[in-house]
């Protein structure tokens, strides 16, 4: 039987009592890892949830490249064609946040993971469906964190 990611993701939103829209911050995990092993983890947590790593953008390597100093940072655009099937139906606006972005940082020997702030997006759509849609993204990108943290 196919899992529905979403579908879980509402009931998951719930039970984790996501904090009132005024308060989210952006979800945030770190393990002592370097930037290589980090990358097949994020990958790996991300198709254990139905998402796929959509674009890297190495902005190390870029900066690098142009004589700035290394910022050791990435940013990974995850999404899934079903996110982007809800959010059209929910409410089409809800697909300018598509793919979903979180950010490696390679500090201090080893990586954090950081999601977006998902605070102004749950005010910027007050009404159902479309908040719902955005506290189930963000339970769905909380337990993608959480598994890349035991990967």
Excluded: Y
Excluded at 40 to 52: G, K, S
Excluded at 95 to 113: A, K, M
Excluded at 133 to 151: G, N, P, R, S, T
Aim: aromatic fraction near 6%; include cysteine.
């Amino acid at each position: 039987m196919k899992r529905r990611p979403l579908l879980s993701a509402f009931a998951l939103c719930a039970s984790l009592g996501l904090p009132a829209p005024g308060h989210a911050d952006p979800l945030t995990v770190s393990k002592p890892v370097d930037m290589r092993r980090a990358m097949v983890d994020v990958a790996l947590a991300a198709a254990n949830h139905d998402l796929v790593l959509v674009k890297v953008q190495p902005i190390d390597t870029a900066l690098a490249k142009r004589g700035f100093d290394n910022p050791h940072m990435r940013i990974l655009f995850i999404g899934s064609e079903s996110a982007v099937r809800w959010a059209e139906a929910a409410e089409p606006r809800l697909l300018n946040l598509l793919p979903l972005r979180v950010t490696l940082i390679e500090r201090d020997g080893g990586i954090t993971l950081m999601s977006d702030d998902f605070g102004p997006w749950l005010k910027e759509f007050p009404e159902p469906p479309a908040h719902l849609m955005v506290q189930a993204w963000q339970a769905e990108i909380k337990a993608m964190l959480d598994d890349f943290v035991v990967q």
